[in-house]
C-alpha cells in the first residue's frame, strides 16, 4: 500500500502554495499508477480500482462483501471514468 503525506497549506504566497498542490498532487497520482496500473498504459481499469478498494478495506481491517466492493468499484467508476470507457486516464 503506498502511504503519502500531504502537506498542509500555510499562508506563503497562493502561487507557490498552488503550485506545491499541484506538484504534489501530480506526485500522487504518479504514484497511484506506478501501483496501480501494472501494465503502463496509463490507464487503471476496473479491475485495478478493485484491487485498490480491497486494499484499503484490508489496511483498515474491514471486512467487506464482494457486493460492498462491486458497489464501491461502481461508484468510483462513475466518477472518475470522464469518458464512459471503463478506464481512468493518467490525464
Known sequence: M???SLPRSDSTS??????????TLRKYIDQIFER??????????????KKLI???AFKRRKRVSEDVIEDYVENFMMKADRYGDGKIGKE
Open 36 to 49: 496501480y496500473d501494472p501494465n503502463g498504459d496509463n490507464y487503471i481499469e476496473r479491475p485495478e480500482v
Open 2 to 4: 503506498i502511504r503519502i
Open 54 to 56: 480491497r486494499e484499503i
Open 14 to 23: 497562493s502561487s507557490r502554495t498552488s503550485s506545491l498542490n499541484e506538484d
